[in-house]
C-alpha cells in the first residue's frame, strides 16, 4: 500500500495498543513501526533499477524480518519508556503486530510480498485492492485528524479510532468479494469466447474497486480487458498480446532477464519499438489509460537495451494523456459500459 495508509495505519494500531498508555506518542511509535518494512526502498540508490524491484517487498516484507527486529525494538523502547507500566513483552507484542500489519496488508495488492523469506522466495498476491485506494484509507485518515485534535484522555478516543478500523475493514471484506465475483466473471467470458487460457488474473484498476483490469494467460500470449462490476454488457473486450519471447533471445543470459521474469510472476511480454529498442513489460500494472486507450503504452516498461532510461521509467507513468483527462476518463469507465 502507500505510505499515507501504512502511516494512518500504524497510528490506528498504535493508538488501540498505546494510547491509554503513553497518550498520543502511541500513535508516532505505530505509524514509525508499520511504515519500517518500506526501508528496503533504499535499494534504489545502491543498485540497479531490476534488482531493486525484486528486492522491495522481499526480506524487509517478512514474517523473519518482524520477528528479528521486533526484540531489538521492544527492548529499545522498554529501557527508554520505563517510568510507563509497559513490560518488555508487551512492547515485544506491539512492534511484533504492528510490523505485520504491513506485510499482510501489502498481500492484497498486486506486487507481491515476499512474507517467507529468505526461506522461500514465493511472493503472494491476492490482487483484491489496488495499492493506492482512497476508500480504505480514508476512514483511517479521518481518525487519524480527529485523534491528532482530540485531548488524550478523552472518552472518545477509544470509539473514533475503533470506527476507522473497523469501517476499513469492512471495505478490505468487500474487496475481496467483489474479486470473486470478478473472478467467476472473468471464468464465464474465458468459455464462452473460447479462450484456451493457462490461467489468468484479475486486479483493479488505479484507485478503484469498481472497474478491473484482467488478463488471460495463453501459451503464445495474453488476452487483456476491462470489466466495470456496472457494466450492463458483460462480454469483456480482449485484446491479443504475443509474448514475443524469441525477442529476449538476443540477451540471454542475463541476471536482469531472470528477475524481471520473477517479479512479473509470469506475466510479461516483450516488445519492440520503431527505434529497434527493445522493451519487457510487466502487464500485471496495465497500460497506462488503457480503459480509454486500448493502444496506450504499458505502466511498467523496462528498456533492454538503454538501461539508463529505466530509472525515469521505474518512478515515473508515462502517460499518453494528461493526468486529468486519464481520470476522467477512468470514473467514465467506472460507470459502465
Known amino acids: 500500500m502507500d505510505s499515507i495508509t501504512h502511516i494512518v495505519l500504524g497510528a490506528a494500531i498504535g493508538e488501540a495498543m498505546l494510547g491509554r498508555k503513553i497518550g498520543k506518542k502511541g500513535m508516532l511509535w505505530g505509524a514509525v513501526a508499520n511504515s519500517l518494512p518500506d526501508i528496503d526502498v533504499a535499494a534504489n540508490f545502491f543498485t540497479d533499477p531490476a534488482t531493486a524491484l525484486v528486492f522491495h517487498r522481499g526480506i524487509t516484507h517478512s514474517f523473519f524480518f518482524a520477528l528479528l527486529l521486533s526484540p531489538l525494538l521492544a527492548y529499545l523502547f522498554y529501557r527508554q519508556h520505563l517510568k510507563h507500566p509497559i513490560s518488555f513483552k508487551y512492547w ?38 489496488f495499492v493506492a485506494d482512497p476508500i480504505y484509507t480514508l476512514p483511517l485518515f479521518i481518525s487519524f485528524v480527529v485523534l491528532l485534535i482530540l485531548k488524550k484522555k478523552s472518552s472518545r478516543r477509544k470509539i473514533i479510532n475503533r470506527a476507522g478500523i473497523l469501517l476499513s475493514l469492512i471495505y478490505l471484506a468487500f474487496t475481496f468479494i467483489n474479486k470473486l465475483n470478478v473472478d467467476e466473471m472473468m471464468k464465464q467470458n474465458i468459455g464462452a469466447q473460447k479462450i484456451n487460457c493457462n490461467s489468468f488474473m484479475t486486479t483493479p484498476s488505479p484507485l ?43 540477451f540471454s543470459p542475463d541476471p536482469i532477464i531472470d528477475k524481471l521474469k520473477f517479479f512479473s510472476n509470469g506475466f510479461y511480454c516483450v516488445s519492440k519499438k520503431d527505434n529497434d529498442e527493445i522493451y519487457f513489460n510487466d502487464l500485471r500494472f496495465g497500460q497506462a489509460a ?40 477512468l470514473l467514465k469507465r467506472m460507470k459502465g459500459n
Open 92 to 129: 515485544l507484542l506491539f512492534f511484533i503486530v504492528t510490523i505485520v500489519a504491513h506485510d499482510v496488508i501489502d498481500v492484497f495488492t498486486a506486487y507481491g510480498t515476499g512474507l517467507l523469506e529468505p526461506f522461500s522466495h514465493q511472493r503472494f498476491s491476492t490482487n483484491s485492492i
Open 208 to 250: 478503484n474497486n469498481i472497474l478491473w483490469y484482467v488478463i488471460a494467460k495463453t501459451d503464445s500470449g495474453y488476452y487483456t480487458g476491462y470489466y466495470s462490476i456496472f457494466d450492463s454488457d458483460k462480454k469483456i473486450k480482449f485484446r491479443y498480446f504475443p509474448r514475443n519471447e524469441n525477442l529476449i533471445d538476443y
Open 290 to 329: 488503457g480503459w480509454a486507450r486500448p493502444d496506450s503504452r504499458f505502466v511498467f516498461s523496462y528498456n533492454l537495451k538503454n538501461v539508463t532510461d529505466n530509472l525515469v521509467v521505474m518512478r515515473r507513468t508515462k502517460l499518453d494523456v494528461s493526468w486529468s483527462e486519464a481520470f476522467k476518463s
